[in-house]
């Protein structure tokens, strides 16, 4: 079984920062890619951020120039470094890993509020 546990979510300020972590342990063999997606209350899940164990990136636009994503492969660890927080960023965050083996897996999330 994968496993994929999230931790560093919570309440922030306006332009405050937060720091995504997500561990994936169990048989997974190989990664294609790692990333987070969001989802914020009465809006679809979203790509924010995804990296390859190589460290090609993508980001969604609304979070480019304020948010880093990098990878340990040893660990097999995804980061989310969020600085510049906007209240549009308030969401679940769920970490995803996508594995040629072991298919695609989900963290059960970890919720980012960012309030004045």
């Known amino acids: 079984q994968v496993q994929l546990v999230e931790s560093g979510g919570g309440l922030v300020q306006p332009g405050g920062s937060l720091r995504l972590s997500c561990a994936a342990s169990?048989?997974?063999?190989?990664?294609?890619?790692m990333g987070w997606y969001r989802q914020a209350p009465g809006k679809e899940r979203e790509l924010v951020a995804a990296i390859t164990p190589g460290g090609t990136v993508n980001y969604a636009d609304s979070v480019k120039g304020r948010f880093t994503i990098s990878i340990d492969n040893a660990d097999i660890t995804v980061y989310l470094q969020m600085n510049s927080l906007k209240l549009e960023d308030t969401a679940v965050y769920y970490c995803?890993?996508?594995?040629?083996?072991?298919?695609?897996?989900w963290g059960k999330g970890a919720l980012v509020t960012v309030s004045s």
């Open positions: 169990g048989s997974i063999f190989s990664v294609r890619r």
């Open positions: 995803n890993l996508d594995s040629p083996v072991r298919g695609v897996h």
